[in-house]
C-alpha cells in the first residue's frame, strides 16, 4: 500500500476512534443528568389585580385572598418535596412563594430572589385600568377596531402583541411622561430572553441530582416564556393566579409535564382548607 494511502487509513482510524469516544462522553454525560421537575406558578392576587389595573413592575401586594391563595396552593403541594425555589423579586411573587413553602412542608427551603422572573415591564402604563384604557388603546394602535377584534385576529399571540405595544407607544411616550428609559415598557422578545435565562440557569443548577423546583413568576411573563417554546398546547390564554405549569427539564430542553396554567394543587388545597 502505498504512503499516501496508509496516512488517509490512519487518519480516518483515529478520526473515527475520536468520535467514538466523543459520543461515548457525551452519552455518559446525557445518563449523568437527570430531570428537573420546574413548578413554574403565577402569583396569588394582588390589590391591583381586583382593580384590574396593570401592574408590570409595579410592586402591589397579595390581597387577604391572595395571601390564602398561596396557602391553598401550598396545601395542595403537600408532599412534594423541593429542592429549591426561586420568585422575582416583586412582594406579590415572593409572597406567594413563601406561602405555598411555609404549607407545603417545605419550610426548610430558603426563597432565592431572581429579578429575571419579574413580570413584563409596561412601563409608564403601569397603574393604568388595563380592560378599560390600555388594551384599547394598543388595539387601535395596531388599526383593529376593538379589543375583541385585536384578541379574535391575533390569537396565541395576543399578550405577545400586547406587550410590544406598550413598547412602541411608550417609546413614543404616548402619555407624555418623565419615565427614565430603563423603566420603561420591554419589548416581547426581551421577556422571553430574561426568563428563558433564569429558567434554563436554575434547571442547570440541579439537574446533576435532579428534583423538584418551586419557580414563582407573573402571568404574562410567564406566558412570554411558553410563547418561545413551540408547544402546541400553548394557546395564549390569561394564566389564573396560584396556577401551576409543571415542566420537565432534561438534555438542554424543557417539555411540558402537564397542562398550562392548572389549578388542581390550589383547587386541592382549598378544598382541604373549607373541610
Wanted: glycine content about 10%; aromatic content about 10%.
Amino acid at each position: 500500500m502505498k504512503k499516501w494511502m496508509k496516512a488517509v487509513v490512519s487518519f480516518i482510524s483515529v478520526f473515527t476512534l475520536f468520535l467514538v469516544g466523543t459520543n461515548e462522553v457525551s452519552a455518559k454525560s446525557s445518563k449523568a443528568n437527570k430531570p428537573v421537575v420546574i413548578y413554574l406558578t403565577r402569583h396569588g392576587e394582588t390589590t391591583a389585580n381586583v382593580m384590574h389595573l396593570a401592574q408590570g413592575w409595579s410592586d402591589y401586594t397579595l390581597t387577604d385572598n391572595g395571601v390564602k391563595g398561596a396557602q391553598y396552593l401550598g396545601m395542595g403541594l403537600k408532599g412534594t418535596k423541593f429542592k429549591a425555589a426561586y420568585s422575582g423579586d416583586l412582594t406579590r411573587q415572593e409572597k406567594t412563594a413563601q406561602g405555598a413553602l411555609d404549607y407545603s412542608g417545605n419550610k426548610k427551603i430558603k426563597l432565592q430572589i431572581d429579578w429575571r422572573l419579574r413580570e413584563c415591564n409596561y412601563g409608564s402604563y403601569e397603574g393604568r385600568p388595563d380592560i378599560a384604557k390600555n388594551v384599547p388603546e394598543i388595539a387601535a394602535y395596531y388599526g383593529y377596531s376593538s379589543t375583541e377584534d385585536f384578541q379574535a385576529k391575533t390569537g396565541k399571540l395576543f399578550q405577545n402583541k400586547m406587550q410590544d405595544g406598550y413598547y412602541a407607544l411608550d417609546q413614543a411616550n404616548k402619555l407624555n411622561t418623565t419615565l427614565p428609559q430603563q423603566y420603561r415598557a420591554e419589548q416581547s422578545t426581551a421577556v422571553q430572553k430574561r426568563m428563558t435565562e433564569a429558567l434554563t440557569a436554575i434547571a442547570k443548577k440541579y439537574q446533576k441530582k435532579g428534583g423538584n423546583v418551586l419557580v414563582v413568576s407573573s402571568g404574562m411573563s410567564i406566558n412570554m416564556f411558553l410563547s418561545a417554546q413551540d408547544y402546541p398546547e400553548y394557546q395564549g390564554v390569561g394564566i389564573a393566579n396560584d396556577a401551576v405549569t409543571k415542566l420537565t427539564y432534561k438534555n438542554g430542553k424543557f417539555k411540558l409535564a402537564g397542562p398550562i396554567g392548572d389549578l388542581k394543587y390550589f383547587n386541592a388545597g382549598k378544598e382541604i382548607a373549607d373541610k
